[in-house]
């Protein structure tokens, strides 16, 4: 079940050496935390497309973000957005991390990215040249922005990048399965370091008018975009489009400490599994999220009664949370009462592939900060959801072990658990 047999004494440990993220609150991590904690929202109203016609019109946009800080104008205006995003967070991540590239085996470090969409918005610039000026006017590198692997793609060529390369694109789940995934690379040896992480940058008409005819996006509070998302609230009625990349460097414990590279975390758990049930909707009271995490927590050799706190998927659908929280039911038992919950996505939205990535940023940092984020808008609690939820601001807690949902469409779940690094 997207797990390690082996012993977990008996193989590599696998720790994060930096982080970089582009989100709704700001770039940087630095810029992303202090928000967060303040209990800022980052959903505003739309600009990446006219949204008039449609009931949402309000998005997590990333603010003031200038692609030429991160690579030549050149080669950015060659990327798709998410291309873009997951390059620049990588920058940041490699030089949090200390990490000179001339100074190890380029053949020994790997990429995996998690996206939904890939370049999804460059279809609406496409689809209106073909249409209006004819095909051979469409922009030569469509394909190439347009395809899901070119984040990790971009990637490599950016940095030089010779070793393990792959493209994860399980939905929402893909940006916390693509770091999970890179854990296993490097736990079987085939590579000393992993760049991995979500992007997204979806944001447009096509993506708008899709989830907007699904019925599946908030929209009650256009007029008050800051209280639009609200997972486990009594007047959720869906989530919030937004965009962003959270990237990690993952590295082999002792490859890190053979160049004095200080570790934020562990990873110690990864779990994954299929709801095999329905196309949009969870499994019946969580149960194929509640086999991801009892994975998880298996492969990291602990009980549910270690875990301090758990980062919810927590989308604000009626039927999304309530299944979270029958799934986080089920792996406690009536501890679960006891265990704090929170949902990053009140404060900037849901960014699909790339939520996992900056989700797993924010865990790292409650770990690192014993700061745990609010669930924003959590004013009345729905029916079925009953659990400590952090509601409206953040708290102060001794957090050293976490577990990180993250659920797709097509009911594919991937977790992780995360945990202080104890040398």
């Known amino acids: 079940m997207g797990c390690s047999v082996v012993n977990p004494a008996d193989r590599r440990r696998v720790v994060i050496t930096g982080m970089g993220a582009i989100t709704p609150l700001g770039v940087g991590v630095e810029q992303f935390w202090e928000n967060a ?94 249409f209006e000026r004819g095909g051979m006017k469409v922009d030569p590198f469509y394909i190439s922005k347009r395809l899901n692997n070119m984040a990790g793609g971009n990637i490599s060529i950016q940095f030089g990048l010779l070793g393990y390369n792959n493209t994860v694109a399980t939905a929402c789940a893909a940006g916390t399965q693509a770091i999970g995934d890179a854990t296993e690379v490097i736990r079987r040896g085939a590579a000393d370091v992993m760049i991995a992480g979500g992007a997204e940058a979806g944001v447009c008409e096509l993506g708008l008018a899709g989830f907007a005819s699904m019925r599946a996006l908030a929209s009650a509070h256009n007029g008050d975009p800051a209280h639009a998302s609200r997972p486990f609230d009594r007047d959720r009625d869906g989530f919030v489009p937004a965009e962003g990349a959270g990237i990690l460097v993952l590295e082999a414990l002792d490859h890190a400490l053979a160049r004095g590279a200080v570790p934020l975390a562990e990873l110690i758990g990864y779990g994954v599994s299929a709801d095999a049930a329905y196309l949009v909707a969870p499994a019946d009271n969580g149960s194929g999220a509640a086999r991801a995490i009892k994975t998880a927590l298996r492969d990291a050799g602990i009980t549910p009664d270690e875990v301090d706190y758990v980062s919810a998927h927590a989308t604000a659908t009626d039927v999304g949370d309530v299944a979270e929280t029958g799934a986080l039911k089920t792996v406690f038992g009536e501890r679960v009462y006891e265990v704090p ?69 097509g009911g594919q779940n991937a977790v992780l658990v995360l945990r202080r690094y104890d040398a």
């Not at 929202?41 to 008039?52: E, F, H, K, N, V």
């Not at 009345?380 to 659920?407: I, M, Q, W």
């Open 341 to 409: 919950v929170s949902a990053l996505k009140s404060q900037i939205g849901h960014l699909l592939g790339g939520s996992g990535g900056v989700e797993t940023i924010a865990a790292i940092q409650t770990i690192r900060t014993g700061m745990i984020l609010p669930t924003l808008n959590l004013e009345h609690p729905g029916e079925g959801c009953d659990l400590d939820y952090v509601p409206l601001t953040a708290r102060a807690a001794d957090v050293r072990t976490v577990v990180k949902n993250s659920f797709g469409f």
């Open 37 to 130: 904690v303040a209990g800022q929202s980052g959903i505003r109203r739309m600009t990446l497309a006219d949204p008039s016609n449609y009931p949402c019109q309000v998005a997590g946009e990333v603010p003031d973000f200038d692609y030429t800080q991160f690579m030549d104008r050149k080669d950015g205006r060659r990327m798709a957005r998410f291309s873009q995003y997951a390059v620049a967070a990588t920058r940041m991540a490699v030089d949090h991390a200390a990490l000179d590239l001339d100074h190890v085996d380029r053949e020994r470090v790997g990429v995996i990215i998690g996206n939904g969409g890939g370049g999804i918005p460059n279809d609406d610039e496409a689809m209106r040249t073909l």
